[in-house]
Every structure is written in structure tokens, then in C-alpha cells.
């Protein structure tokens, strides 16, 4: 089992950031793949960020590319996400998953946190 934990969320204006956490345990070792997901009010989960923890390769959602950073501290099993320029439409519940690869569909990831609330004003 791998647990996960969000933090880091919270209320902004437009254009502000914030930097969201994704604290690792359990069975780290065999997931390779952190994921970061949103869901809106009334709307599908969606992708928005992974990496590869093995290499470092990250993956973003054409949405966010270029505003957002996703980024992994091994010795800590911890994996932050960097949010710029935030939008309204940047509102969402953020969740942090794991599997053993990295992919961009949510039923691909077996492990999920519970959530963190990120509120963008306009």
C-alpha cells in the first residue's frame, strides 16, 4: 500500500501562485509514477501534471504547460507542484496519485490522497 498526502492548498487571486505537496509512504518503491489531477464542480477529473520518478521526466497537460511545474524530492518521497499565473479556471480539487508508470488517465493510478482545495478569485 502507498499512502499519499496532499497540502498546500488555499485561496488566491488571478495571477498568484501557490505550491502544492504530495507527501509519500508505505510502499514507495513501487510506484515510479506521481500524477497531479483536478476536478471542478460539476465536471470530470482531469490531468495536469506527472512525473517519473525514476528519471524525471515530466508530463503536463496542455492546460497548464508553461504556468505549472511539477517537480520530485526523492530522499523526502515527496512531489510538489508549482502553480503560476493561476487562473479562476485553475479552481479545482487537486489530488496526487501513484502508480507504476506514468500515464494521463486516472483509472491508470492505484493509489489516490484525499484532496486539497485550490481557489482562484478573480
Known amino acids: 500500500q502507498v499512502q499519499l498526502v496532499e497540502s498546500g492548498g488555499g485561496l488566491v487571486q488571478a495571477g498568484g501562485s501557490l505550491r502544492l505537496s504530495c507527501a509519500a509512504s508505505g510502499r514507495t518503491f513501487s510506484t515510479d509514477a506521481i500524477g497531479w489531477f483536478r476536478q471542478a464542480p460539476e465536471k470530470e477529473r482531469e490531468f495536469v501534471a506527472a512525473?517519473?520518478?525514476?528519471?524525471?521526466?515530466?508530463y503536463y497537460a496542455t492546460s497548464v504547460k508553461g504556468r505549472f511545474t511539477i517537480a520530485g524530492d526523492n530522499a523526502k518521497n515527496t512531489v510538489y507542484l508549482q502553480m503560476d499565473s493561476l487562473k479562476p479556471e485553475d479552481t479545482a480539487v487537486y489530488y496526487c496519485a501513484a502508480a507504476d508508470r506514468v500515464a494521463t488517465t486516472s483509472g491508470n493510478y492505484d493509489y489516490w490522497g484525499q484532496g486539497t482545495q485550490v481557489l482562484v478569485s478573480s
Open positions: 512525473i517519473r520518478r525514476s528519471t524525471g521526466y515530466t
